[in-house]
Structures are given as C-alpha cells and as structure tokens.
C-alpha cells in the first residue's frame, strides 16, 4: 500500500508534517520502537511508529532519524501523547533525510494503524502471489517451465511470511521454501505426514491443523488429477499412501477465505508438477516391466542383459559401467475390500526406496517399478562394486528402509491395511536377477508372517531358522510346543521350580553346566537336577542334538 492511503484514511488520525514528495512511497510492514538503535529489527519500508521514549534532548534526534533513512523505512510516525505536539528537531530531520514524517493523534492507538497496515498490506500481497500461482499454474500445465513448486513456496515464505513444505507420505521433503537452514527435522516430517495419512483415512477436509513440539502447522492434501480423478467416488485408499501433503507453519483455523483459497491454489499447482513427473516415470515402468518378464518367463540371460542395458542409461544417466542390482518386493493389502494393490504398492516403493534424508525429486527418477496383480517389484540400480572391494556390501537394507516410513504409513494403514516388503541381496549379472527376485519374495513373506501394519525383512534373514518357523502352520506349531513345553510349564505352576527358565539358559549357554549354573546362580549339582527333571517329564535326552534342537525350536514357537 501507499503511504497516500495512509493519510486518505481518517480514522488512522495521521497529520502530515513533512515529505510531501514521498507519499507514493509502498509501505510493506509497520513496526513500533522506542530505541535508539532499531536497526537490526529493520528490513526496510516499514512504517515505523514511535512514542518519542527514546528522546531525552534535541541530540538523539539525528541519530535516530539517520538509522531509519539508512534502513530504508517508509515512513516514521510520531505519537502526540508523550509530548503533545512533535518537536522541531524531529521534523527538520526528517526533512534533512527525505523521511516522510506523521503526527499520530493521541486518540488513536497505535495497535490500530499497525492492525490497518498488516490487514491492507497482506490483502495486496495475497492479491499479487495468488496472480504468480496462476501464471505458474499455466506455465507448469503447457510444459516443464514455471520453477516448479519450490518457487511458490519461496514466495509464501517472501511475501506472506509462511515457512511451508511439500513432504511425501512416507515423510520425506520434496520442496521448501527458503534455505537449507528452515528444513524440517526428520522426526518431525514423520510426525506430519502421519498426522495427514490418519486425518486423510477419517475422511476429514483439510486443512488439518498438527502441534508438533509447541508449534502449529496447517496440512493441505495435495489431489493429483492423475490419480485422483473422480474425486469422492474413488475409495480413498487407492491413494492415500502416494498423495503429498503441504504443510504450512501457521495455523490456518483465523485465515479469511481469500488466503485459504490462495493455499488451495499453491496445492493445485504442486499438483500439476507431481502429474508431470509421475508421466515421466512412464519409461522407467515399462523398462521394469519388461524385465520382469523375460525373469519370470525364464528369458536367456542374454537376452535380459541386453535389456538391462538398455534400461542402464535411463536410470543412471552418465554410468559408465553397468551397475548392479537389487530387487525389493512389496504388497499393499486391505481387509474386506476389492482394491487392486500392485498400483498403490507401486507407487509407494517409487517413494520410500528414496533416501528418506534426500530433498527434492530427482533421486526417485532412478528407480524402476512394475506392478503385477496386487505384487509391486523394484528394480534398484547400484553402482559397480571394484574387483577389489573388500568392504561390507552396499546397497538398501530392510532394517533402515523400515524404520524411515514405519511411523508415517502406520498412520495411513492403520485398522485395514498393511504393507510389507522384502529386500534381496545384490547381483552382477542378468543370470542373477531370477534368484534375486525369489530372494526378495521369500523376505516378503517372512515380514508378512509378523505383526504389525507394515513389516520387513531382508535376505539376510534367508539364512536362519527364522525363515522357516513363520511358515509353520499354526496347528503344528501349538501341536510341537505344546508336546515339548506342556509338561514344563504345568510342573513350574504346581512346584515353582522354574524347569522353563532352566531349560532357556542351558540352551543358551550351549550345554555348559558351569556357565549355566553362575548365570542362573545356581549349585551344579542343583543345575543337574532340574535338568534331569526335565528329561524325565518330556522322555528327552538334553545331551543330544537332536532333543537340543527340538526344545530349542519349540521355545522359539512358543
């Protein structure tokens, strides 16, 4: 707003003293002092209102008025209610530095010229973003121009004075306003991304309003039209596991309609780049796809290198050596309804295969997913290892991979749904892409053998009894422990002789009766007596491998 707008308005009770050359000046905040030395609180055209506190003599006047001209302030405005009319030091300063100068009548707060200023100030602001949303809106519809969405945010954050973040559901950052300094911790990001996912499951309208560590955010869901098309007749969760959200730093609940309709508009813009990149994966789909199916149909390893080939450029552009490979495997499933789940577990492995610390898009553009039934498989490029490489493998584990989405997706599966995945080891070759792929299968099944709405496993597990005691039938299992432990556990109830606890720490200690009786602080010939108890009470012999294993198995399926 101008500073003539100012004076135009009578209830403000402003009087003109000096500059009359200088009311087209735009004023673009207010602020009130009464130190000497405001500078560090001053970004320049503000309006600067002041009760004259800091006048003690004619001397600090020049002072005073110097550092508000060097600041670049718009205007400064003397109240008449310390001094009653304003000094003649003041004004001729003010002259002497082109400062427009206001007497502010005593009848008038100052809380009502800075309310009047932030309302029109903001309204104006509000009005020229909401015109670059639209004109980005249309660059960004018509082609890749327009800056993508990290522009808007930086103008939320320039012109409205909003921190705001484009974060994934598994809780990464896409985009941010300002520099790397006002990035969202990870634990936080979390926090918000669930709080969106469950808000998004109970079919509440945003935005949602989040207090994460006494601060208050505002979450709009960001509805791509890609996915999102026919709105309230598409059950929710066909997306609510790959749909943004925008989180602002604010509290949304007071906002007038103008400015929540400007936020809508941010969404839709973001959302029409989330569309455009998601087309862009069309290639790397198909390459996944392709693959897929020389694998699964037994294709000559020739002729799935050839394709690998092929898809090594696309995935990591510049790679001068063929990389290696990964495989994860992943299968969204929903209780009591008729969702297809390969396409949401699809993209949501195109999301959390990402390093959850890595911002902005691109690193996703890297990986390759196909779908097939309600089955999602990743092909996961790696860099190739040297010959001489000696060091622990590298790649994705299942471990980290869990434990960077586990709390966000929870959220959004939480009472129907689950996800679980399961990562293989890497291969070099085409010849091993097979092997990998059923690695990776058998992980999957092992996390979906455990509780809890979404589960891991890696092909590390592959090589323990841990991978064959999930695929026990539940029959068999209280069938074998119930013969081994039964007779324990009903020996332990009626003589406390604690025969279960016993038998756990021999295991542990792998037969040694000496290491046994000091961990359980116990007399060696006590040890050997309730180990003889047991033998009698099962018809075991704890001095065979095979009774050892057996009593070992059935603790473990207990």
């Known amino acids: 707003m101008r500073l003539r707008a100012l004076l135009d308005t009578d209830a403000l009770g402003l009087r003109l003293l000096g500059g009359e050359d200088e009311l087209d000046r735009t004023v673009r905040g207010v602020m009130t002092t009464d130190l000497r030395d405001p500078s560090r609180y001053l970004a320049g055209g503000e309006l600067v209102l002041t009760g004259l506190a800091w006048r003690r003599d004619a001397s600090d006047t020049e002072p005073f008025v110097r550092i508000l001209a060097s600041a670049g302030v718009a205007a400064l405005a003397a109240g008449e209610a310390e001094l009653g009319d304003i000094p003649a030091d003041i004004v001729e300063a003010c002259a002497r530095h082109r400062l427009p100068l206001f007497a502010v009548n005593e009848s008038v707060a100052f809380a009502t010229i800075t309310e009047h200023v932030v309302r029109q100030v903001s309204g104006e602001r509000a009005g020229d973003l909401a015109a670059v949303v639209d004109r980005h809106r249309r660059l960004m519809t018509s082609g890749p121009a327009g800056g993508g969405p990290d522009v808007v945010l930086d103008l939320l954050g320039t012109d409205l004075d909003l921190r705001a973040w484009v974060l994934s559901p598994a809780g990464r950052t896409i985009a941010g306003s300002g520099a790397a300094g006002t990035a969202l ?8 991304a669930g709080e969106h996912l469950a808000a998004a499951r109970t079919g509440r309208r945003g935005p949602h309003r989040v207090a994460v560590e006494g601060v208050t955010y505002s979450l709009f869901p960001v509805r791509t039209s890609g996915r999102g098309a026919g709105g309230a007749s598409r059950d929710v969760r066909e997306t609510v596991l790959s749909d943004w959200v925008l989180a602002v730093e604010a509290d949304a609940g007071d906002w007038p309609e103008e400015r929540l309709d400007l ?29 897929l199916e020389l694998v699964q149909t037994g294709a000559a390893p020739a002729e799935i290198a050839a394709r690998l080939r092929v898809a090594a450029p696309v995935l990591l552009p510049g790679l001068g050596t063929a990389p290696h490979w990964q495989v994860v495997v992943a299968r969204v499933e929903w209780e009591g309804g008729a969702i297809e789940g390969g396409p949401v577990a699809q993209a949501l492995l195109e999301e959390i295969l990402v390093d959850p610390v890595a911002a902005g898009p691109e690193p996703s553009d890297r990986i390759a997913v196909a779908h097939t039934g309600d089955e999602a498989i990743a092909l996961v490029p790696l860099p190739a290892v040297s010959a001489e490489h000696d060091g622990p493998e590298t790649g994705l584990l299942a471990d980290a991979l869990l434990e960077s989405v586990r709390e966000p997706l929870s959220a959004g599966l939480d009472g129907d749904g689950r996800l679980t995945f399961g990562v293989s080891a890497s291969v070099h070759s085409a010849e091993g892409l097979r092997g990998a792929l059923e690695e990776a299968r058998h992980a999957r099944r092992v996390a979906a053998a455990r509780p809890g709405r979404v589960c891991a496993a890696g092909h590390q597990e592959l090589a323990s009894h841990v991978l064959l005691l999930p695929f026990v039938p539940d029959d068999v299992r209280r069938a074998f422990t119930a013969r081994l432990l039964d007779p324990l556990r009903e020996y332990d109830q009626r003589h406390r002789a604690e025969l279960i606890p016993t038998l756990e720490a021999f295991l542990d200690c792998d037969g040694s009766w000496t290491r046994c009786a000091a961990r359980l602080h116990l007399h060696v010939n006590t040890l050997r007596y309730r180990v003889g108890r047991i033998e009698q009470l099962t018809s075991r012999d704890l001095s065979r491998l095979e009774d050892k294993l057996d009593f070992f198995l059935a603790l473990r399926m207990s």
């Open 263 to 291: 936020l809508q508009g941010v969404t839709q813009l973001i959302a029409v780049e989330r569309d455009r990149r998601d087309a862009a994966r069309t290639v790397r789909r198909r390459l996944a796809q392709e693959v």
């Open 185 to 192: 911790p990870g634990a936080v990001c979390a926090r918000l």
